[in-house]
């Protein structure tokens, strides 16, 4: 096997989406004194792996990615408290259109209180984002989509299970018709 993290600290919480012959992979690193999301893209099949990048790159402790891939576009998602640190989570996302080489600056798609165990799918130029969130006192599941290929994400999120006891464990996919 091979060391695609190439991390002298821990790396956890591996993701994995392909489109053809690339595979993308996402985990947490710990570098020193934060977790961050790191990527890393094959083209050849898994045979051979781009260096790690850090695409979430900021003062706050980043975790729980997930990766989708359509076409060129590669989509990831995670926790992140870069907005107040040690406070409170929220839902990042950042997008590449060239196949994983480049991605956007990280954008915090949900702006609230306690945010966790964010899913992803995509479709085409759609993206669904679901996760749980405790900003109603209790835990429940919010959804936010975007219909130009992850630049812009809907707001404010819909709470989905709306309910006064707790909701967890969510997950989402997404088809064509």
Same mark, same amino acid.
């Given at each position: 096997? @091979? ?32 977790? @961050? ?6 083209t050849d ?7 790690? @990048? ?25 926790i992140d ?84 006891? @707790?909701?967890?464990?969510?997950q989402i ?5």
């Amino acid at each position: 096997p @091979d060391n695609i993290s190439e991390n002298t600290g821990g790396s956890f919480e591996p993701q994995i989406s392909s489109e053809g012959n690339n595979v993308y992979v996402v985990w947490t690193g710990i570098v020193p004194g934060n977790g @961050d999301i790191f990527f890393a893209r094959s083209t050849d099949g898994g045979v051979t792996f781009s260096e790690p @990048d850090n695409i979430s790159e900021n003062i706050g402790s980043s975790s729980e990615p997930q990766i989708s891939s359509e076409g060129n576009n590669v989509y990831v998602v995670w926790i992140d408290n870069a907005d107040n640190p040690g406070v409170t989570n929220d839902i990042f996302s950042a997008r590449s259109i060239d196949g994983g080489q480049t991605f956007s600056e990280p954008d915090n798609i949900n702006e609230n209180t306690l945010s966790e165990l964010p899913q992803i799918s995509s479709e085409g130029n759609n993206v669904y984002v679901i996760w749980t969130d405790f900003t109603p006192g209790n835990y429940d599941i919010f959804f936010s989509f975007s219909h130009d290929g992850g630049q812009t994400f809907s707001t404010p999120p819909d709470n989905l299970s709306n309910n006064t006891g @707790d909701s967890f464990g969510s997950q989402i996919s997404c088809s064509t018709f």
